[in-house]
C-alpha cells in the first residue's frame, strides 16, 4: 500500500519493512516481555495471561528485565537474519513498567542503531510519555482503543488508575479516552506512526466501531486493526457471544473506507518472535535454554 501521510524516507523505509504495518512484507519481529503490570482493567482480561489487547488469551509469557530482554534481543538477532522490529508489548502495558521500557530500548539501541522499535499500550500514560518515546528511537506505537463514547467504556473497563487514583465507571473510561486521543495527538506531532487495535466486543460496542474509527482519521492514525475478542478464561467476558468471521471482515471492509484496515493480524504473545505466520518464541524462552535443549 502507498503511504498517504507525509514521511520522512527514515520512516517510510521503517514503516514498509515492518510486517503488522505493511501488509506484504515477511520481515521478523520480536516481542520483549518487560512489561508485567497494568494500570487499567478490562473486563475481557484475567491478569494471570498476556494482555488481550494484543496477545493471545489464556497464553503467559515469561517476564525479562531489561538485561536479560538485550541478551535474548542478541542470541535471536544471531539466528533470525530477517529480524527488523523490536516491540514491547506487555505481557502488561508498555507504559505502566515505563522504566523497564525505558531500559530496555535503551540497551537494544547501544548495541544496534537500526532496528525499528515499537510498542503497544493501552494509552493512559500516552501523554505523559511520548516525547521520552521519541527520544528513544520508538517510531511505531498501537493504541488500543475500543470505544469514543464513556458509556460504552463504562460496560468494558472495570478500573482505570491513573497518577494514585482508582477511577470506575464512565469517568474511568472518560480518563482512559482523552488520554488516548491526546497521546494520539501527539505522536502525530513527533512524527510517530500510529496503529489503533479494536476488540469487537459483540452488542457491546460492535455498532460503535465505524463512528469510532471515522473519528480516528482526525488524529492522523495510520491503520486500524479491528480485532476477535477472545477473551481471557475467568475474565468478567468469558462467555461473551462471539462475532463470526465474516462479521469482523466486513466491519473491517466498511471501515477500511475511512482508514486502512489490517486483515492479518496474529493476536501474538507479549514474547513473539519471528515472521507473523511463524512464531518461534517457543526457541528461545528461558526455561528452554536453561534446560540445554
Ligand atoms: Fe489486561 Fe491489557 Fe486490558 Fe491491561 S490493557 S487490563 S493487560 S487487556
Ligand atoms: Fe502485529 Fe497483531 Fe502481532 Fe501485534 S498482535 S505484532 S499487530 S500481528
Given at each position: 500500500?502507498?503511504l498517504?501521510?507525509?514521511?520522512?524516507?527514515e520512516?517510510?523505509?521503517?514503516?514498509?519493512?515492518?510486517?503488522?504495518?505493511?501488509?506484504?512484507?515477511?520481515?521478523?519481529?520480536?516481542?520483549?516481555?518487560?512489561?508485567?503490570?497494568?494500570?487499567?482493567s478490562?473486563?475481557?482480561?484475567n491478569?494471570?495471561?498476556d494482555?488481550v489487547?494484543?496477545?493471545?488469551?489464556?497464553?503467559?509469557?515469561?517476564?525479562?528485565?531489561?538485561?536479560?530482554?538485550?541478551?535474548?534481543?542478541?542470541?535471536?538477532?544471531e539466528?533470525?537474519?530477517?529480524?527488523?522490529?523490536?516491540?514491547?508489548?506487555g505481557?502488561?502495558?508498555?507504559?505502566?513498567?515505563?522504566?523497564?521500557?525505558?531500559?530496555?530500548?535503551?540497551?537494544?539501541?547501544?548495541?544496534d542503531?537500526?532496528i525499528?522499535?515499537?510498542?503497544?499500550?493501552?494509552g493512559?500514560y500516552?501523554?505523559?510519555y511520548a516525547?521520552?518515546?521519541a527520544?528513544l528511537?520508538?517510531?511505531?506505537?498501537?493504541?488500543?482503543?475500543?470505544?469514543?463514547?464513556p458509556?460504552i467504556?463504562?460496560?468494558?473497563?472495570?478500573?482505570?488508575?491513573?497518577?494514585?487514583?482508582?477511577?470506575?465507571g464512565?469517568?474511568?473510561?472518560?480518563?482512559l479516552?482523552?488520554?488516548?486521543?491526546e497521546g494520539l495527538k501527539?505522536?502525530?506531532?513527533?512524527?510517530?506512526?500510529?496503529k489503533v487495535?479494536?476488540?469487537?466486543?459483540?452488542?457491546?460496542?460492535?455498532?460503535?466501531?465505524?463512528?469510532?474509527?471515522?473519528?480516528?482519521?482526525?488524529?492522523?492514525v495510520?491503520?486500524?486493526?479491528i480485532?476477535?475478542?477472545?477473551?481471557?478464561?475467568?475474565?468478567?467476558?468469558?462467555?461473551?457471544?462471539?462475532?463470526?468471521q465474516?462479521?469482523?471482515?466486513?466491519?473491517?471492509?466498511?471501515?477500511?473506507?475511512?482508514?486502512?484496515?489490517?486483515?492479518?493480524?496474529?493476536?501474538c504473545?507479549?514474547?513473539?518472535?519471528?515472521?507473523?505466520?511463524?512464531?518461534?518464541?517457543?526457541?528461545?524462552?528461558k526455561?528452554?535454554?536453561?534446560?540445554?535443549?
Open positions: 500500500d502507498k498517504t501521510l507525509n514521511f520522512t524516507p520512516i517510510k523505509r521503517k514503516t514498509e519493512s515492518h510486517p503488522c504495518y505493511s501488509g506484504g512484507c515477511r520481515n521478523a519481529r520480536m516481542h520483549l516481555p518487560v512489561a508485567p503490570a497494568c494500570n487499567i478490562c473486563n475481557y482480561c491478569r494471570k495471561y494482555c489487547n494484543e496477545s493471545r488469551p489464556g497464553v503467559t509469557s515469561e517476564v525479562l528485565k531489561p538485561e536479560e530482554a538485550l541478551e535474548k534481543f542478541l542470541r535471536v538477532r539466528k533470525l537474519k530477517n529480524l527488523k522490529v523490536i516491540g514491547i508489548a505481557p502488561g502495558d508498555a507504559l505502566a513498567n515505563f522504566e523497564a521500557t525505558k531500559e530496555t530500548f535503551r540497551l537494544i539501541r547501544e548495541a542503531p537500526e525499528t522499535f515499537c510498542l503497544s499500550t493501552n493512559l500516552l501523554p505523559h516525547e521520552e518515546l527520544a528511537g520508538v517510531t511505531h506505537v498501537t493504541v488500543t482503543i475500543n470505544t469514543i463514547d458509556k467504556g463504562a460496560r468494558i473497563y472495570r478500573e482505570v488508575n491513573y497518577e494514585g487514583v482508582r477511577y470506575t464512565e469517568k474511568a473510561s472518560e480518563i479516552l482523552n488520554n488516548q486521543l501527539k505522536l502525530s506531532g513527533l512524527g510517530i506512526v500510529s487495535n479494536t476488540v469487537l466486543i459483540k452488542d457491546i460496542n460492535d455498532y460503535h466501531i465505524e463512528e469510532l474509527v471515522k473519528e480516528l482519521t482526525r488524529y492522523d495510520f491503520i486500524g486493526n480485532m476477535q475478542l477472545i477473551p481471557a478464561p475467568g475474565s468478567a467476558f468469558e462467555h461473551m457471544p462471539l462475532a463470526t465474516k462479521e469482523l471482515n466486513d466491519l473491517r471492509k466498511k471501515c477500511s473506507k475511512y482508514l486502512k484496515q489490517m486483515y492479518h493480524c496474529q493476536q504473545r507479549a514474547d513473539a518472535i519471528g515472521t507473523l505466520e511463524n512464531d518461534r518464541s517457543a526457541e528461545f524462552r526455561s528452554v535454554l536453561n534446560s540445554g535443549s
